[in-house]
């Protein structure tokens, strides 16, 4: 039995795991913006890992699709070859879920069978897999909320299964920073979390939300110009007749203008920690955070002003998932530096 620690392997494997996970996210993206989220109606963790591979099988799957209302009210004569289409996407987003807990789950036994794992990690590392796991039952339990009384999914069920697939991402990578700063010296404790930090990630994940509040509301279609919305500042049709949160949280007018604007408080708050990451001696973090976040603006503005193309979205979503990863680097970075 070896007992040796590995934590530069183990730092090695959870970095590829966030690249599966951020794969997972564009994926996610393209399903949502081609509206393929419903076309498989069951949850089958196991068989489901296969498409249909008859003709009978292919005329089953599209006849339970077309008693959701989706296709009742959307999608009616949809032809086979188009619900191909979607249900490839979905199949895909499903299958890369599969593939990521396997890849995630059989090096842990393997790194635990072999002692490999260094003390204080187990259990974090067990963490991860678990809420990788809960990340599925979410998307299903987000698949569901479509698939009887509406034509699509909730955008809070959205929004939770897209931030909790962003927070993976973030654990991953922050638990892969710990372990390389311990394989160089293994008296290294692991990077805590300062005021500085959870402010920049609070200010960060109000952004997230109110991204996926728009992604579900389709709120990035209200207006297609930029500064002003449709020729204001603050734009017309925002109803806010329901009371101020359910305005907040429901209507696209306001859910754009919120995403629209905050992302510059959120570009203060990136300014602030990368000067603060570069004052710690990591420059290269530092420009990964500017270059997330100013590559993320300028796809935020095209994909407004061209309608939400499909491209610039899908590429909003996936810089997007850049930004928390250079946030998170940023973040462990002044979090082990105890001068900062």
Do not use: C
């Amino acid at each position: 039995m070896h007992n040796t620690l590995r934590p530069n392997a183990i730092a090695n494997w959870l970095i590829a795991v966030a690249v599966l996970v951020f794969m997972m996210v564009v994926i996610g993206g393209i399903t949502r913006l081609t509206e393929s989220g419903l076309s498989i109606t069951e949850w089958k963790p196991v068989s489901g890992a296969l498409p249909p591979l008859s003709d009978a099988a292919w005329a089953a799957a599209f006849t339970k699709y077309q008693a959701t209302p989706e296709y009742l009210e959307i999608n009616k004569g949809m032809s086979l070859a188009a619900f191909k289409f979607i249900f490839f996407w979905e199949w895909a987003h499903r299958l890369l879920g599969r593939v990521i807990g396997l890849a995630f789950a059989m090096p842990l036994l393997w790194f635990a069978v072999r002692r490999a794992i260094p003390k204080g990690y187990g259990l974090r590392l067990i963490a991860l897999l678990a809420l990788g796991g809960l990340q599925g039952a979410i998307g299903w339990w987000m698949v569901v909320s479509g698939l009887s009384e509406r034509t699509d999914v909730s955008h809070y069920r959205l929004a939770v299964h897209l931030l909790t697939a962003l927070f993976i991402l973030g654990g991953l990578l922050w638990t892969a920073l710990d372990l390389k700063a311990l394989a160089k010296n293994a008296a290294t404790p692991p990077a805590r979390m300062t005021w500085l930090g959870a402010g920049v990630a609070g200010v960060l994940f109000i952004q997230l939300l109110f991204g996926a509040y728009t992604a579900g509301l389709n709120a990035g279609q209200v207006s297609n110009t930029w500064p002003l919305m449709n020729g204001r500042f603050v734009p017309d049709g925002i109803m806010g007749a329901s009371g101020w949160f359910a305005t907040l949280t429901n209507d696209p007018f306001l859910i754009h203008f919120v995403h629209r604007w905050w992302a510059w408080v959120v570009v203060a708050a990136l300014v602030v920690l990368a000067r603060r990451v570069k004052a710690a001696g990591v420059r290269s973090a530092a420009v990964g955070i500017h270059s997330a976040f100013g590559t993320q603006i300028i796809l935020g503005i095209a994909t407004v002003m061209t309608g939400v193309n499909i491209m610039s979205a899908v590429l909003h979503q996936a810089v997007g998932a850049l930004v928390v990863a250079s946030t998170a680097w940023g973040m462990h970075v002044i979090g082990r530096n105890k001068s900062i």
